[in-house]
């Protein structure tokens, strides 16, 4: 559809799908995104994911979402969209649909020199951080990041891999929706708004079958982002899609404001036992609301995300700041690289609603 969804069309669409719920995916074996995209080690990442994949769907996980990386789609296109086009096909086998995330504000280019796309093959990590990301130093701290779509060169290939991959998938049921722009301004703060604008309209100009959201990040009153380039991703999006990790009483006034835009939500981020976000409280509760949601994290692996962030630990230490954190917990991921669960507990309930979610569909027709 080349309009926004009303109200009335993004509702009748949820109301066809049983409960929706999974993980932010990316197989244990890499490092980050551009280990889970490019073709080194490609028939081992597959292998993997398969693996994986029918864990989640084991557990009664009916989705996944995965963030598509620009630098690889750039020096490798074709093998890129055969890798995209075999990661759906290993979801569908296991009953997985996929959202993909088109733009993100991560690991953006500093400052003003050229840019080279970063190197492909064997990925170098940081060993007991957070995603396995090296901090920057100080001097390229000091450089301002900026986006692809706001160098001209770049911004053509960019719209280039988004167009290729929509265009290609746009009647493609596999494909759940479309996840414009994960965190706009997270970096680039009021910059991402022209940036929103041209990748909506992108998307929309290839006619896609799928709902199109963008994912807002920080807090909201009287049912309004209150961040000016969130509130116009809000204002673009079929479908709402937010992030939040914190504890079961935030998270419940979080839902109360959401509401009040008065379309389906997703939480296409949670998961943060360390700041008492939690599965045992925040599962029920999104199955309640009937609120699609997607954890980050699923098996722990390389890129480390059951390490905290790193603000965490220096809110912590900030005598100011007065939070309370409990570092004994890993933050994201559900299972150990054995597939054995972090708490076989949290299972237990996963599958416990999951089973509950599917029999209420039964009763409906929907599956």
């Not at 994986?52 to 989705?63: D, H, K, R, T, Y």
């Not at 789609?73 to 290993?90: A, G, H, K, N, T």
């Not at 290939?157 to 929706?177: A, G």
Request: glycine letters at 4%; one cysteine or more; charged letters at 30%.
């Amino acid at each position: 559809m080349k309009d926004q969804w009303t109200k009335e069309q993004a509702w009748r669409w949820y109301n066809t799908k049983p409960w929706i719920r999974g993980c932010n995916f990316i197989g244990s074996d890499c490092a980050n995104r551009r280990d889970l995209w490019q073709s080194y080690g490609r028939r081992e990442r597959m292998a993997v994911a398969d693996k994986e994949m029918a864990l989640a769907e084991s557990i009664g996980f009916n989705s996944i979402r995965m963030l598509v990386d620009f630098d690889v789609w750039y020096q490798e296109p074709d093998s890129f969209m055969s890798v995209f086009e075999e990661y759906l096909s290993i979801a569908a086998s296991h009953k997985l649909s996929v959202m993909p995330v088109l733009a993100n504000e991560a690991e953006l280019p500093r400052g003003d020199e050229p840019y080279s796309p970063k190197r492909l093959g064997e990925q170098v990590y940081a060993i007991g951080i957070h995603q396995g990301r090296f901090p920057l130093s100080d001097e390229e701290r000091a450089k301002l990041p900026w986006h692809f779509l706001e160098r001209e060169h770049w911004r053509e290939k960019f719209l280039e891999m988004v167009r290729m991959i929509v265009s290609r998938y746009k009647d493609d049921d596999r494909i759940l929706c479309w996840n414009v722009y994960n965190e706009p301004g997270n970096k680039i703060r009021e910059r991402a708004i022209p940036l929103l604008d041209m990748l909506f309209d992108t998307v929309r100009s290839c006619d896609p079958k799928q709902p199109l959201t963008a994912d807002v990040w920080n807090k909201f009153k009287d049912g309004r982002a209150m961040r000016c380039e969130e509130q116009h991703a809000l204002e673009l999006s079929d479908v709402i899609s937010f992030h939040y990790y914190g504890s079961y009483v935030q998270t419940v006034v979080q839902i109360n404001e959401m509401k009040k835009i008065g379309r389906p939500l997703f939480c296409t981020e949670w998961l943060n036992r360390i700041n008492h976000n939690d599965v045992k409280e925040i599962y029920p509760l999104f199955y309640l609301e009937g609120i699609a949601c997607y954890c980050w994290g699923f098996v722990v692996g390389k890129t480390q995300t059951n390490e905290p962030w790193e603000a965490l630990w220096k809110q912590y230490y900030d005598p100011e700041k007065n939070v309370d954190y409990d570092f004994t917990k890993w933050q994201h991921d559900l299972f150990r690289i054995s597939h054995r669960p972090y708490d076989p507990h949290e299972i237990e309930l996963i599958g416990q609603f999951n089973s509950l979610a599917d029999e209420r569909a039964r009763d409906e027709g929907l599956i």
